[in-house]
Each structure stands twice: as C-alpha cells, then as structure tokens.
T-cell receptor, first 112, second 115 residues
Framework: QQQVKQSPQSLIVQKGGIPIINCAYE??????FPWYQQFPGKGPALLIA?????SEKKEGRFTISFNKSAKQFSLHIMDSQPGDSATYFC???????????FGTGTRLKVLA | DTAVSQTPKYLVTQMGNDKSIKCEQN?????MYWYKQDSKKFLKIMFS???????INETVPNRFSPKSPDKAHLNLHINSLELGDSAVYFC??????????????FGSGTRLTVV
C-alpha cells in the first residue's frame, strides 16, 4: 500500500514532443502528489505538485493530470526541449507524515 | 547561497572504515532528512529529524547513525562501511509538519564509493 509505481523507466522523444510519465498509487490516504526533476550530479528539485481535489494543474510547459478514482497521475511536458532531459520522480505523501514515497524514476532524453 | 549543503561531495573509502557526511541548511526549516539513492536511482528515506528530534527511522542497519546538533544541521555517521553502502546520499529539509504545504529542498548529494 505504500508503493508508488512509475512508468516508463526511460523515454526518448524528439524536441517539441510531449513526453508523458505515469504513476499509480494504492494508498487512498495520500493527499499530495509532487513531481521532482533531477539533473545529473544534482539533487531532485520540486517541479510541480497537485492535491487530489483537482484533476489538472499547469505550470508553464508542465502539466499534472490526476485521476482520483483510478488512483493515477501523470506528468506531461509540452513542447519538450533538450534542457528537459533529466530523471523525473513522482511521489506521494500523506497528511501528518514527514516523508514522501517516491516512484522509481523515469530517465527522459529529449533529442535536439 | 546554497540552501542545503552537503560535504563532502565525493567520498571514496575502504571497507570497514568509518565515515561521516555533514549537512547544513540555511532555509530556517525545522525538519531534515537523509535519503539514499541507489545505482538504479531509487530514492529511499533513511532518517528524519524535526527540531533535533528523531521522527523517522526506517529499516536501516544500526551502522548508520544520524546526529542533529541543532535544527540547521543533520550529520550521518557510518561505521564499518560495506560495499553495499555505495550510493548517493541526499540530505533534504522541509518546513512544517505537512509536506503538502511545502515540499522538500534537497542538497546536491554525496557520492559514497566503498572499495
């Protein structure tokens, strides 16, 4: 119940494409779903996050879609750029706890 | 100004040695964490301190001992290092007891290699 399953493990798209990364969870007590972006040699950085009371959130070229009934959420990157090449992690946390449960990560490569 | 800083950035050591990693945050956060990232990039929490009090202690060998002298610092000491300890160790901090409000700020990591 504590797992967050993330797919695909790796993804290659052409510049301008729309990569989509999917995550699924089981614990309905989770109430916060962030996405983190990690560049080589750096720590993960918060990219965008959503709560289960909304179905979509956009920040710039990044969009989270959330399906509460299916217990799934996904990250879409519009007009992807080579600079978006990084590892992306989804995560979930439960109110009152101090920790995230992270997905296994997706290595994205955007070709110029 | 680095928000969460870890030292050293790289650490190469022999099996059986004892080593420490230091972490400091200047964000005024009250909660700090140690995460381990393995070779497959999987991130797993090890410990968390809130205002110098240990609040999370996951299933980690007791060779790993965290210490928080104050809420801005969280150090990780590892005794009798083993090959399997090789990984990248990330320090992180957050403010408040509700991650849904604030999220983590991660350091740049310490790459530990045990030979």
């Amino acid at each position: 119940q504590q797992q967050v399953k993330q797919s695909p493990q790796s993804l290659i798209v052409q510049k301008g494409g729309i990569p989509i990364i999917n995550c699924a969870y089981e614990n309905t007590a989770f109430d916060y779903f962030p996405w983190y972006q990690q560049f080589p040699g750096k720590g993960p950085a918060l990219l965008i996050a959503i709560r289960p009371d909304v179905s979509e959130k956009k920040e710039g070229r990044f969009t989270i879609s959330f399906n509460k009934s299916a217990k799934q959420f996904s990250l879409h990157i519009m007009d992807s750029q080579p600079g978006d090449s990084a590892t992306y992690f989804c995560a979930a946390s439960r109110a009152g706890t101090y920790k995230y449960i992270f997905g296994t990560g997706t290595r994205l490569k955007v070709l110029a | 100004d680095t928000a969460v800083s870890q030292t050293p950035k790289y650490l190469v050591t022999q099996m059986g040695n004892d080593k420490s990693i230091k972490c400091e945050q200047n964000l005024g956060h009250d909660t700090m964490y140690w995460y381990k990232q393995d070779s497959k990039k999987f991130l797993k929490i090890m410990f968390s301190y809130n205002n110098k009090e240990l609040i999370i202690n996951e299933t980690v060998p007791n060779r790993f001992s965290p210490k928080s002298p104050d809420k801005a610092h969280l150090n990780l000491h590892i005794n009798s290092l083993e090959l399997g300890d090789s990984a990248v160790y990330f320090c992180a901090s957050s403010q408040g007891t509700w991650l849904s409000n604030y999220g983590y700020t991660f350091g740049s990591g310490t790459r530990l290699t045990v030979v």
